[in-house]
């Protein structure tokens, strides 16, 4: 079973719809995928009812129960778990006994770097991460590769005290398929392959975990 936390200080960096496409990367592979949902907002046991009719449905979680951990099911494959907004390296810490990976979405803004800098540094310095006990990266979000503002903003990120394991550009598209508890894993059209090849660098990092 390999199990994801995502996580971070700052609301709206795209922290769930990074869990809900990896969710769905997993459930259209074929795996029994779980998405628990911390989040007293629910917008990823939303997501996960609005699919629930697809053949690769993913099964919700309701994070914020304090036994959520006994109510995973058998046979579980990947479970992936979506933390509240403004997280603090102590909530992370709480989790790790039971997380094989950290990945923390961080958007291309200055002020979004300003506020994660300090956060990405404390989750590094956590005892199983710091041994290599739990994997942890940054996953930079909805870059704007062409500007010289992403590109800015990317190295800055990647002297951060994690490591850069994707680079994720910006597309509406997310935004639509989440609406209809889909992900960009779901279509096949040419126009979003390029951004599933986005993933590959972060699906490989996870394969290694």
Not at 35 to 59: F, Q
Request: aromatic residues 6%.
């Amino acid at each position: 079973m390999l199990k994801v936390l995502i996580a971070s200080c700052k609301g709206g960096c795209g922290k769930t719809t990074l869990a809900t496409h990896l969710a769905a990367h997993y459930a259209v592979e074929g795996r029994n995928t779980v998405l628990v949902d911390c989040d007293r907002l629910a917008s990823s046991r939303h997501w996960c009812e609005r699919r629930a009719g697809l053949a690769s449905a993913v099964l919700p979680i309701d994070g914020t129960r304090r036994n959520w951990r006994e109510r995973l099911p058998d046979g579980v494959e990947r479970v992936i778990v979506d933390t509240p907004a403004g997280s603090s390296a102590d909530d992370v810490e709480a989790l790790l006994d039971f997380a094989d990976a950290v990945l923390i979405p961080v958007l291309p803004s200055p002020f979004d770097l300003e506020a994660c800098a300090p956060f990405v540094a404390a989750v590094a310095e956590l005892g199983r991460i710091k041994r290599g006990k739990v994997a942890a990266g940054i996953v930079a979000n909805r870059l704007r590769p062409w500007t010289h503002a992403s590109q800015a903003a990317l190295e800055q990120m990647q002297g951060f005290a994690l490591p850069v394991i994707a680079k994720l550009r910006d597309t509406q598209g997310y935004v639509a398929a989440t609406g209809l508890g889909k992900s960009l894993f779901d279509y096949h059209a040419e126009t979003v392959r390029s951004h599933q090849d986005d993933w590959k660098p972060l699906l490989k990092w996870l394969k290694k975990v």
